[in-house]
């Protein structure tokens, strides 16, 4: 009689977490704003000089303003070099591979698991490995061969990301234009970045990856569509998150489908801002401020933000109009990856019992 009570405990929690806001670690509008500035900047510039779809590669580096962002500024400016280095590779990764789909799918698996226990043993912290999962989809997705040539240049690709990477960091150190921001003495690099160290609880978290990563690349190669494979994957990975705890997995799925299932309709509705190119440059950074306030707080709140920005950086780097086609896609890549990385969370359970 336990074992039911005790997953019926946790499917009460897991839905009571939609509707709750979490106590927010400190005010965090100084860590939204650099995100949004990271992003919004070489957007607005860019196509200010008629290149939007540049600006939106060179944006992509907006990613590693999420990383140590709690951090001091003195402790960031150790530790982002090696965050950024390893989006790189990842991009590179993905580009590199693009034209030739069997090893696309198996370097998905590879830079998934890879890029976890790189994020776990060296305890990285958020957002996890996820954002490199996904700069490898995207790269990939970006650089793909469309009538028998490359859409866009692996190289000019990755220069463009290298720019945003670098202004990203620039971004992330303008705290340390304080005083008492530079004061702050930082830890070596090897406390920051501690490790590499396993445990059984971070080894189990690379079994699950793999085993999401592996599952998840097989079906959407096999029955639903390869380019959209990282996706799945990527979905997966954030769902599993970074704790050891199996009944973690559970509630960040039911919030990952859910946030997802709403803002693929928000997305639909704010779609046509994406034709208005001043609106546009306006509504991605904008989003990516709100997402930064709310998802220490609010996981599937959050996702209700993250599915929109990520729908429209997707569909413009593509090329596709199909709104709507794009926001079904989505939810059901979510849904297939989170019910993966829910499923892998109970094969502790099960072993235990």
């Not at 839905?15 to 806001?21: C, D, E, K, Q």
């Not at 209700?304 to 939810?331: K, N, Q, Y």
């Amino acid at each position: 009689m336990g074992e039911p009570r005790g997953a019926w405990q946790v499917l009460v929690d897991a839905l009571r977490s939609l509707v709750v806001l979490a106590p927010g670690p400190g005010r965090r509008h100084w860590i939204a704003l650099r995100a949004a500035l990271s992003m919004g900047v070489p957007l607005a510039l860019l196509t200010l000089l008629g290149r939007p779809d540049l600006g939106l590669q060179v944006s992509a580096g907006a990613f590693l303003a999420l990383f140590f962002a709690g951090s001091p500024a003195t402790e960031r400016a150790r530790a982002l070099p090696v965050i950024g280095a390893v989006l790189l590779a990842c991009a590179g990764a993905g580009a590199l591979v693009a034209p030739v789909p069997w090893l696309s799918a198996t370097g998905l698996v590879v830079v998934a698991v890879l890029a976890s226990t790189f994020a776990f043993a060296y305890r990285v912290g958020p957002p996890g490995p996820v954002f490199f999962v996904l700069v490898y989809g995207l790269a990939g997705q970006i650089t793909a061969v469309r009538d028998g040539a490359r859409a866009v240049e692996p190289l000019g690709l990755l220069a463009a990301l290298s720019c945003g990477l670098a202004f990203s960091y620039i971004v992330a150190l303008t705290p340390l234009a304080r005083a008492a921001e530079r004061r702050v003495h930082p830890r070596p690099l090897r406390e920051i970045l501690p490790g590499p160290w396993l445990g059984r609880g971070e080894w189990f978290l690379v079994l699950r990856v793999f085993l999401v990563a592996a599952i998840g690349t097989a079906v959407s190669v096999l029955w639903l569509d390869p380019a959209r494979a990282y996706w799945t994957v990527a979905a997966g990975v954030a769902v599993i998150g970074l704790s050891t705890v199996p009944n973690h997995s559970f509630a960040r799925g039911l919030h990952r489908t859910l946030g997802t299932l709403v803002g693929a309709a928000v997305y639909l509705v704010i779609a046509p801002l994406a034709d208005v190119p001043w609106a546009f440059v306006l509504l991605l950074p904008a989003l990516q401020f709100v997402i930064e306030l709310v998802v220490v707080r609010n996981y599937g709140l959050a996702l209700i933000f993250i599915t929109p920005l990520v729908l429209f950086i997707v569909g413009a780097a593509t090329g596709s109009a199909d709104h709507a086609a794009a926001a079904v896609e989505r939810f059901v890549d979510t849904a297939f990856g989170s019910a993966l990385a829910m499923a892998s969370g109970l094969l502790r359970e099960r072993r235990a019992t």
